[in-house]
């Protein structure tokens, strides 16, 4: 294990292909040390280490300390300026609570939970509820209504509902544990990643699509029989 | 009542040398028949070591403790070195040289204050006439500086240059518009002090500004210049007075207007500050500042409203430091402050 979170440290060093090609310092430093033993004459070392190539081998790893989430870049968008009498255009802030030390399957249930209900609401049902992962999403989601007001020009942070709202598999650790009669098996420690949209406004009626009336139910079951056909016949 | 099994008759046992007296019966030990996949676990508190020791895996401590790293994250500079203090680590220290900025300067030199009520007196009427001969008296100052300037650069006009002055600055603020893209002729137009100044929040913004007119023409108010570290470079300030017909609009991300509107013209009396490297024989004269005089009124506010933040009373330091303690204990007062 200590060699693997050794490795792990390592891509610490290196960082995103796109921010390395920025930082050059550091990816020809980098070069530079490795190659110099090999070769003290400079002219390989300096063409290698020259600015747009790197000779790092590690640099496509996303570093574990500080992810980048592609779900963070609909926080970027800028939409153009409103016209008068055009309907006010609702907030719409993403949050990512990475690395959490908790199942991404458990947490999945309390994820799902408060989908399409009020900040409010959501908070209020996360408080009451049993499991620990419940306490991480409630961080997650405080976090990011603060984000919202201070950050995203949404003036009333409870005027806000859960949009969308998601569980990320993050790195796990690979253990063994002892069984009876020589046996072993493997054991996961799981992290996770949350993801959560809040979208300005009062929560949809019907989050999900809205349950059939008894007659819509009726025209449903009469056009099933009506769509019967008989193997083999006319 | 039937779901649940009793083992009462199993014992268990462990190896004595590492756990001398763990002997025990298993009977008083409750399960959990929900589901079949947990019914044949042991859930016992007593045994949670044993099965502890059942893990051969990575140690717990190897670990890594991101909830730990988010808070160290929060920690102010000060709170750091507290925490390296503590482990005995020496304070956080980084080889980057700070880098010094001799292009311009970093201040207003000896800052002009506008007469009050700049702007909205006629220069025929009593008050404006009297403005306008203090500011006469004031000139002498100016005219010694302008000779300075005048030693490095000979072509140099004050009434050509108000008007020159004003273009740079029209041209700067059309292309704060879109600062991503002109950012390299932001660069050529203001000063390294200016820029952050008028970049400051705007990016995620849109920000629409139009001049409409002149309602005055520009004029040369003050004129002012210094050397730094040598007496060789020389820097000049010169303030323009501006008199524009503008509109000013900012709207937040999501399109909607936070500041301002288009719709509205103003007329706004502005005192800009440009300079130049005199030194410098490839220097120009960019936008450096600008004065904000002391009486004039409070800008309008944004549109939408704000939670008051709850701040700490700060606690005056008084000799008697068991006195305050006892103050603060009893209190613990909070005082909201904007």
Redesign the interface.
Known sequence: MAVKISKMCWNVLSTHPRAVLRQVPKCSSMAAVSLQPQCSAPSLTSILASRDIHTCTTLHKQNMFDPKFKYLKYNKIVYPPQEEGEPRRPAEVTYVRSNIKYSPDKLWYMAIMIRGMSIDEALKQLSFHKKKGAMFIREALLEAQEEAVSKHNVEYKSNLWIEDSNVGKAFHIKGIRRHARMRYGFIQFKYCHYFVRLREGKPPKHYLAPPETGHQKMKNTLQEHRNKRVFGGL | MFSRICLSCRILQVNSKNYPGALYRLQDASFNTDSTLQSQRNTHKRFRILRRL??????RK??????E?REKQKMTPAEQRQDMKKDGRMPPRSDRVRPINISCTGVIIDQYVPPEGDGKMSSISGEGAKQRLKEFGKKGQSYMQLRKIKQFDEDFEVKEFAQTAQEMYIEAQNLLQDVEKNEDKLHELCSEKAYPEMTYMLE???F?WRFLESVEPPRVVYVRTQDMMSKENQYAQVTVRMHLKQTL?V????????YGSENIARDMVEYIVFEKHLSNLYGIWRVHGKIVPDWMPVSEPVI??Y?KKEFEEIVEETEDSTDKEVVSKDDNPTVATA
């Open positions: 059942k893990i051969m895996g990575p140690p190897d670990f890594p403790n991101f909830e790293m995620e913004k849109t629409r609009a709207y937040d991300r999501f399109g909607r207007r936070m939408r409203t939670r």
